[in-house]
């Protein structure tokens, strides 16, 4: 077993599991442990797309929920003239998509929704960050952003298919298929989740957000759904190492089953 390397917070990947290690500042360390996070405890470090919110859209196929990080990689060309990326757009203006910057799986993806280029697109609202608590395959628990449900592209039973997003409580989903890159497919897959899965909706919780600084943060969250948003010099007294699951253990025993990489 390899001995897992130490790191700044500030560091540290991305959409991935990270393990509290070490906390310079004692002031810094108590105000953690108050809000529930130890040293041993687990987190994950977010990248930019989080400090976006998902925004729901109009398009050829009615509406759909555009994850932020799809939807910064959206260009818009408005009616006005102006050019902007989706999740910029502003409730109720219209354009027509003009470049979609990823690649053909992620392409493909989004034409479930109806978003392509050259497909008119109405801009409806921005959405709150929410957490969306479901149990995989009827055994285990984890907890999805709202960005991740959106990608969870399937359906349920005499439905047509659509977004976990819109999925209906304790009702059995079937994963299809999971929307974008590699990146997002090993991600939900450290949750336990892929295409053939059952996914079952057991509620919807307003996340927890706490002490948003003005300039941009560098954002993590708890498996307890907290998110908290530090600015970078909290994040550079902050020492944590990568953790990986045993690939022969469910995600719903994560505690117990990391190792050190």
């Known amino acids: 077993m390899r001995t897992a390397m130490i790191s700044l917070l500030n560091d540290a990947p991305v959409n991935t599991d990270l393990i509290l290690t070490g906390v310079s500042s004692p002031d810094l360390h108590r105000w953690l442990q108050r809000l529930g996070l130890f040293i041993g405890g687990h987190i994950i470090r977010h990248d930019r797309e989080i400090n976006y919110y998902p925004v729901r ?68 609202r921005t959405l709150p960050h929410m957490d969306y608590v479901a149990i995989i395959n009827r055994r285990e628990r984890t907890r999805l952003s709202e960005g991740e449900a959106a990608r969870i592209w399937g359906k349920s039973e005499n439905d047509e298919a659509t977004q976990f997003y819109f999925a209906k409580r304790n009702i059995p989903f079937l994963v299809e298929e999971i929307i974008g890159g590699s990146k997002i497919r090993e991600h939900l897959l450290t949750h336990g989740i892929q295409a053939g899965d059952q996914l079952l909706l057991e509620s919807i919780e307003q996340t927890r957000e706490l002490h948003k600084p003005g300039i941009e943060p560098v954002t993590i969250s708890s498996p307890g759904g907290l998110r908290l948003y530090l600015n970078p010099a909290q994040a550079s007294r902050i020492l944590v190492k990568r953790a990986i699951r045993r690939p022969d253990m469910p995600s719903g025993q994560q505690d117990s089953s990391l190792e050190e990489e």
């Open 57 to 124: 859209v109009r398009g050829s196929k009615g509406d759909v929920i555009v994850p932020a990080g799809l939807g910064i990689k959206i260009l818009v060309h408005l009616d006005s003239g102006e050019r902007k990326p989706l999740v910029e757009m502003n409730r109720h203006e219209t354009g027509h998509i003009e470049a979609i910057a990823c690649g053909a799986g992620c392409r493909h993806g989004l034409a479930h929704f109806g978003i392509e280029e050259e497909r008119e697109v109405k801009f409806v």
